[in-house]
Nanobody, 124 residues
């Protein structure tokens, strides 16, 4: 099993930056795909970025390419999401998830483990 805890959310003005952290624990953390999803009020949950913890394979959705960077620190069992040039439409609850498949499809049902979420609010 994998247990995930997110942190780092907050309120920021458009154009600002935030770094989210996803701390993982569990004996199956290695060789999993860790993803960041987000959900805005009234909208469906969407995948934002993912990384394969044993190989560094990385995917992003088009709307965050060039602005967000996903990375990992295996010594700390932590995956980060550095978010720069934040836009109003980046507002939402951000969730960390772990699963087996790491691709750009970001199918939420392929991720069996989820954190509790951290709120990101971008204002003008």
């Amino acid at each position: 099993a994998v247990h995930l805890v997110e942190s780092g959310g907050g309120s920021v003005q458009a154009g600002g930056s935030l770094r989210l952290s996803c701390a993982a624990s569990g004996d199956t953390y290695r060789r999993v795909c860790v993803a960041w999803f987000r959900q805005a009020p009234g909208k469906e949950r969407e995948g934002v970025a993912n990384i394969y913890t044993s190989g560094g394979r990385i995917n992003y959705i088009d709307s965050v390419k060039g602005r967000f960077t996903i990375s990992q620190d295996n010594a700390k069992n932590t995956v980060y999401l550095q978010m720069n040039s934040l836009k109003l439409e980046d507002t939402g609850m951000y969730y960390c998830a772990a699963g087996i498949y790491c691709n750009g499809a970001f199918r939420s049902w392929e991720y069996g483990y989820w954190g509790q979420g951290t709120q990101v609010t971008v204002s003008s």
